[in-house]
């Protein structure tokens, strides 16, 4: 809706109307329009004018962003298993398109503890904590 011009179908939605019904009051010159090419155009002015009420647009949010930071420590445990469970997390936390997903592993051989830490989307992190539980249940 730029400029305060809006077309038939915004003005359907916004009075929840049909939108045959608002081309039917454009028509019939009950809803003053302009015509831009195959298209109606309403000005947010006559729109108050038709309505007699103040119209006001909804205001799109931005979607709601969370993150999560997990850091999982797990002792006693071999080589072989640290190097299966930092492919997996690696390798899957790559295939996700658009979306970060960032995996750090940190493995001390002389405590046999890994350290695994995970920053992401919510259901990203959740996600990979499952296939962790899965590998570690094995």
Do not use: W
Request: glycine content about 8%.
């Amino acid at each position: 809706m730029t400029d305060g011009l809006y077309s038939v179908e915004q003005v359907a939605e916004l009075l929840g109307l049909h939108v045959r019904t608002v081309r039917s009051y454009v028509r019939d010159g009950k809803l003053p329009a302009a015509r831009i090419g195959k298209q109606y155009r309403i000005t947010h002015e006559d729109l108050e004018a038709f309505t007699g009420l103040p119209i006001t647009t909804p205001q799109t949010s931005a979607p709601r962003h969370a993150e999560s930071s997990c850091i999982v420590e797990i002792d006693d445990i071999d080589r072989a298993t640290v190097d299966r469970i930092t492919t997996l997390l690696t390798a899957t936390a790559g295939t996700r398109g658009g979306q970060r997903m960032r995996v750090e592993t940190s493995y001390d051989p002389a405590r046999n503890r890994l350290k695994v830490i995970l920053l992401g989307s919510l259901a990203d992190s959740a996600r990979l904590l499952d296939y962790l539980d899965g590998i570690l249940s094995s």
